[in-house]
């Protein structure tokens, strides 16, 4: 059974930093696209990072480029977002997805659709 599981979201001061987690099992992350959206009330759901395992790429939002960084942890079956420079345009419940593809198109790399398999989400709230 594929289970994600996110932690890490917290209460933060803008301009403060906070990583979340987003431990996985049920499958390898060597056969599997794993990317990170938020969800703000009243909006939809956005993509913010995705990491492909078949040739390791990266693909980010435009509204995180620079700020936050996807990376993995294959021992640990760990999908991990460190987030820094946060805004409280950054509150947000965020979610880890996953897809069973070693490469997507860049086009597909930010679309909650093109994922399958996702985590209940962990909150965080940028506020001072």
């Known amino acids: 059974q594929i289970q994600l599981v996110e932690s890490g979201g917290d209460l933060v001061q803008p301009g403060g930093s906070l990583t979340l987690s987003c431990i996985v099992s049920g499958f390898a992350l060597d056969y599997y696209a794993v990317g990170w959206f938020r969800q703000a009330p009243g909006k939809e759901r956005e993509g913010i990072s995705t990491?492909?395992?078949?040739?390791?790429?990266?693909y980010y939002a435009d509204s995180v480029q620079g700020r936050f960084t996807i990376s993995r942890d294959k021992a640990k079956q760990t999908v991990y977002l460190q987030m820094s420079s946060l805004k409280p345009d950054d509150t947000a419940v965020y979610y880890c997805a996953a897809d069973s593809r070693i490469y997507m198109r860049a086009s597909d790399a930010l679309v909650p659709s093109e994922f399958a398999h996702w985590g209940q989400g962990t909150q965080v709230i940028v506020s001072s």
């Open positions: 990491i492909t395992t078949g040739d390791g790429r990266t």
